[in-house]
């Protein structure tokens, strides 16, 4: 068995483990089997008919600035009660 003798031989040894960890992670990345899409593909939920039937009911009653709040309406995460009370 061989002795490591000095600091230049485990700065060798550091390096040719990276240089294996490196190239592993490189070769399992390039998993052609993996998929490729960023975001998965879900499949619609079916329409609950009176569910639809009470949107069909209040969208028309909407204005349009409500029906436009409705569309861009921030969530917990990005508003503050305190923005919500001071939108105008």
């Not at 861009?72 to 990005?78: E, N």
């Amino acid at each position: 068995m061989q002795t490591i003798k000095s600091l230049s031989d485990i700065f060798k040894l550091y390096l040719t483990f990276i240089a294996l960890l490196v190239g592993a992670i490189f070769f399992l990345s390039c998993n052609p089997t993996q998929s490729t899409d960023l975001w998965p593909s879900l499949d619609p939920l079916p329409l609950d008919p009176d569910i639809e039937a009470q949107i069909d009911e209040i969208l028309p009653k909407l204005t349009l600035e409500q029906k436009v709040g409705q569309v861009i309406q921030g969530d917990t995460g990005s508003l503050t009660p305190e923005d919500v009370k001071n939108i105008d």
